[in-house]
């Protein structure tokens, strides 16, 4: 038998009062495909489920979702890696406002993202060439801008479940730090300076549920702890 | 359509990856009412897959590097159909583009002297290919158009653009006088249809790669620009021109980049046979793209592919070493594993040429202004229209794009269009408005999908379509296959005319979008195998065995596919650059 | 920056900073406390009454006093922040705890010095 139980969560604003888990029979015809692959079958039963999906190879960040419990990328998940009982349950990113079935509405993500303003910042007049760097400043950058702001880490945070307008949560974070660590960016301190209130960074309580679900393999708790270095480093 | 909801802006873009936001940046700085309309979150685009980095002579790795160096590879890359004119600005202009990127925050791989890390890639030589390979491909590691896309969104975030983010654009607005003057768009989040009007609409759509079965383009990549300008009757250049990357994950279609050869990779047959230094004696696994993918096509076809099946061949990339591997191309091992459950510090990547690029599309200037032909056959603006990046065929690439150009192509035509769009707009744009009728025009598409009540199901005739795309317009191609393909294809479009929507709900409606996009699949797929059938030579990434060889006599020109008549013409090839002679074609080998 | 916060330094830095110094602390006087109980096995009270007669000990307590008062204010107010979410309910709670600590502080100085 290769059928496998699949159940995901369904609501539609205009005709659904509540949200509820819509039961799919999936046959994977005995491969070990990913969750991707498993919703493509289930939306050729059913065309109206809705979910965002681009790059389907773990780059683009569209298709985070709670799989079996866990925030991940459909794309790049394996049944063989979730599923348990042969049984799979597809739930939206937690924490978020839900648009329809597994899409949610990211925009207090993004505004989060915004506030740490994730742009280099340097009024020196460049140079006729590209600034210079040294590759062990470079290296500083490595964990931190490979970030493809999926949501799977700040959605999976409890810190910012409870206060997602005033903590900045992981993935700001980890942006933030990664223009913090550039040896090109000169608004360190007005950088810090905006973060050193009870919420923006503190609320972190270094739980690392962000690194334990990340697909990139990222460490946010690291970054955290290394603002948090900076910023005492700043004030003594 | 009176109760419709309509916006105005002085430009929209239409697109929100590399060539769109570059496009968006320079219009943004000078304050000119600008929107990027995008159909996912700017950073999904499809630029954020792009790998191994992006081609430009900034004279890192070698300081005597000269961008007229990188020009003579890219005409003889293109098989000499590259406009030489639009290469020789991509070229020149191509470090200040790079170095800009580099200025706003892109995190570039450094060599030990701070400066950019350039590494080489296919069909790149010094001294115009008297000077041996060259290494002209700047990187972020193995993640540059990751770096580069969200880069220039961050640096749209510093400069307040506006975004329309998963906004779908349906068709283009044209006024009585045939000029384009907006678009109708429908807002996927809500399912609210809105006229938007502009000044200039740049059609910043990227590819098509889903017409094929097999192909490393995002599920997104559906000709959503090419479509609308083919309905909107404008011309399409060099339509048969698709480029099969040698390196994708057999089975997933996923990419390798042609880095993992740069950086001292190369591919075997069943037998550990280096085989590409039989086909290219010189420049080996980094010969053209074209050439490789032909060679390895033709290593599976005489027997020697790897396999149960012998339907692919290996990348072997074990003895560079995991220091190399982890440091030049982390996101390829992550890839390998996932996808080819192969790590490739131990074992070899199986591969196949699989479809990467759509080197024809919208013909345009240097400025990204849209050019159709008038009845004499001389090129004529089209009013209003402006494409640039994968939708828009400058034409930098000619036949066969080389690695490395694409993202440069993004940000210098992105860039030369926002640019020029500016300095138009300064000067006074004045059209006339649509009008209800012209606008209804555009809804025609939307209104018949909603209308629809019975008949077959988008995803099963995207599935059909893409099959007869990838039997019969592949790596290589020949006249009753291909007759037969068109045959199919003019059914097919009948079929789809007829085809249902079953969901006609509102909110985050992707059904409504998917049955959209395979519109614009129909007119691309159309368009490419219209256009392969009636160009008789081997040129680039097109090789038909019925005529094996190029053909200057006839051929040395653009194709130019009329959508009205589904008919093939031909254009010019620009031959008189500014600054450097004209390069003539030779014989091309590696 | 996050301005709109009833805490009373507004720094997350110090209160951070308080957090830890005053859990060093606690942690220092609950393990004297219980080596001095375990070290005196037939405690009675004219022993226990002359530890805290002690000057040092008497600093040494208020310190643990003043520290359990601080560590309990910033944690409380950071459960409250995280799970009252209107702010009438937020705000009354808080008032208690701050009453109720103050009460305690004062209380406990009270015993310690008043002797």
Redesign the interface.
């Known amino acids: 038998m290769s059928t496998l139980q699949v159940s995901v969560y369904r609501y539609n604003p205009e005709t659904d009062s509540a949200p509820y888990m819509q039961e799919f029979q999936v046959d994977t015809k005995g491969r070990d495909l990913m969750v991707l692959d498993v919703l493509h079958l289930t939306k050729e039963q059913d065309s109206s489920m809705a979910y965002r999906r681009s790059c389907r190879e773990g780059v683009c960040g569209s298709d985070g979702m709670n799989m079996n419990g866990k925030n991940g990328l459909a794309c790049i998940t394996p049944l063989s890696e979730v599923v348990k009982n042969n049984k799979l349950v597809l739930r939206p990113l937690p924490g978020l406002p839900v648009i329809r079935d597994l899409v949610v509405d990211m925009g207090i993500f993004y505004k989060q993202y915004e506030r740490i303003q994730p742009y280099l910042q340097n009024d020196t007049p460049a140079p006729a060439i590209e600034r210079l760097q040294s590759p062990e400043d470079r290296d500083k950058l490595d964990g931190l801008y490979e970030c493809i702001l999926c949501a799977c880490c700040s959605t999976s945070c409890p810190s910012f479940w409870w206060n997602p307008d005033k903590f900045v949560g992981p993935a700001g974070l980890l942006q933030s730090y990664r223009f913090l660590a550039d040896s090109r960016d000169e608004a360190t301190s007005e950088r810090l300076a905006e973060l050193e209130d009870p919420f923006s960074v503190f609320r972190c309580r270094g739980i690392m549920n962000c690194v334990a679900v990340c697909p990139k393999g990222l460490n946010p708790t690291r970054a955290i702890g290394k603002i948090r270095e900076m910023l005492l480093a700043n004030a003594t | 359509m009176s109760n419709m909801r309509s916006l105005s802006f002085d430009a929209i873009i239409i697109g929100g990856g590399g060539s769109g936001l570059r496009a968006a940046l320079e219009l943004a700085k000078s304050g000119k009412k600008t929107a990027v309309l995008s159909k996912v979150f700017p950073t999904r685009s499809h630029t954020v897959s792009a790998q191994g980095g992006i081609t430009c002579a900034i004279a890192s790795a070698d300081p005597n590097d000269d961008w007229r160096w990188h020009m003579y590879d890219t005409v003889k890359g293109g098989d000499y159909i590259a406009d030489q004119d639009a290469a020789e600005y991509m070229c020149s202009e191509g470090p200040k583009a790079v170095f800009e990127l580099e200025h706003m925050g892109l995190p570039f791989s450094r060599f030990d002297n701070g400066r950019i890390y350039q590494r080489p890639f296919g069909g790149q030589s010094k001294n115009f290919g008297e000077g041996g390979q060259a290494a002209r491909t700047c990187a972020a590691a193995d993640r540059t158009g990751h770096a580069l896309l969200h880069t220039l969104y961050q640096n749209n975030l510093k400069n307040n653009t506006t975004f329309l983010n998963e906004w779908y654009a349906v068709d283009l607005v044209k006024n009585a006088n045939g000029d384009v003057v907006g678009c109708i768009a429908l807002d996927i989040e809500t399912g609210e249809v809105v006229h938007v009007k502009s000044k200039a609409t740049v059609l910043a759509t990227g590819g098509a790669g889903r017409i094929y079965a097999s192909t490393t383009n995002a599920l997104i990549n559906t000709g959503d620009g090419i479509g609308m300008a083919l309905r909107a009757g404008f011309p399409m250049q060099d339509m048969e021109m698709w480029q099969f990357h040698p390196t994708g994950i057999y089975g997933a279609g996923t990419l390798v980049t042609e880095g993992c050869r740069g950086e001292g990779g190369y591919l075997v047959n069943k037998d550990g046979e280096r085989f590409m230094e039989r086909y290219a004696p010189n420049a080996k696994d980094l010969a053209g793209r074209d050439v490789v993918a032909r060679s390895m096509v033709m290593e599976i076809l005489e027997g020697r592919g790897c396999g149960d099946k012998a339907d692919h061949v290996f990348l072997k990339l074990d003895h560079l070493g995991e220091e190399v591997l982890g440091k030049r191309l982390p996101g390829i091992v992550e890839l390998s594993k996932t996808f080819a459950h192969v790590d490739p510090a131990k074992e070899p990547i199986p591969v196949v040429p699989t479809c990467h690029y759509m080197m024809g599309g919208i013909p345009t200037n240097v400025h990204g202004q849209a050019v159709m032909q008038d009845a004499d056959g001389n090129d004529q603006i089209v009013n209003g229209l402006f494409a640039c990046g994968e939708a828009a065929c400058v034409s930098v690439h000619g036949a066969n794009r080389l690695g490395g150009n694409s993202l440069l192509d993004l940000v210098v035509f992105g860039r030369a269009a926002g640019m020029f769009i500016e300095g138009a707009l300064n000067e006074g744009i004045d059209y006339l408005e649509a009008t209800d009728s012209d606008v209804d025009a555009a809804m025609k598409r939307m209104s018949r999908w909603n209308e629809s009540n019975g008949g077959e199901s988008v995803p099963d005739l995207k599935a059909e379509l893409q099959d007869i795309m990838q039997n019969a317009f592949g790596v290589f191609r020949q006249e009753d296959n291909m007759q037969e393909g068109v045959k199919k294809l003019a059914e097919l479009r009948e079929r789809i005319a007829n085809a249902h929507l079953g969901d006609k709900s509102n909110a985050f409606n992707t059904a409504r979008v998917e049955a959209l996009e395979l519109d614009n699949l129909m007119e691309v797929a159309e368009a490419t195998a219209i256009s392969a059938l009636e160009r008789k030579e081997s040129r680039g990434a097109h090789s038909r065995y019925d005529y094996p060889d190029r053909d200057d006599v006839n051929w040395l020109k653009h194709s130019l596919y009329f959508p009205a008549e589904k008919v093939l013409g031909k254009r010019d090839v620009n031959f008189t650059p500014k600054t450097v002679d004209t390069f003539e074609p030779k014989v091309r080998t590696y | ?3 709109n ?1 009833t ?1 009373f ?5 110090s ?3 308080i957090q830890r110094f005053s859990a060093v602390i606690l942690a220092l006087y609950t393990l004297f406390i219980v080596a001095y109980l375990l070290l005196n096995p037939g405690l009675d009270y004219a022993t226990w009454s002359g530890l805290f007669a002690q000057t040092w000990m008497r600093i040494f307590s208020l310190l643990a006093f003043v520290s359990i008062a601080a560590h309990a204010w910033i944690g409380l107010w ?1 459960v409250t ?3 009252l979410k209107p702010t009438g309910i937020r705000l009354a709670v808080q008032s208690a705890i701050i009453l109720a600590i103050f009460v305690f502080l004062v209380w406990g100085i009270q015993i310690l010095w008043g002797a």
């Open positions: 920056m996050v301005t916060i805490n330094g507004r720094s997350g830095l209160d951070w900073l950071t922040t995280d799970y």
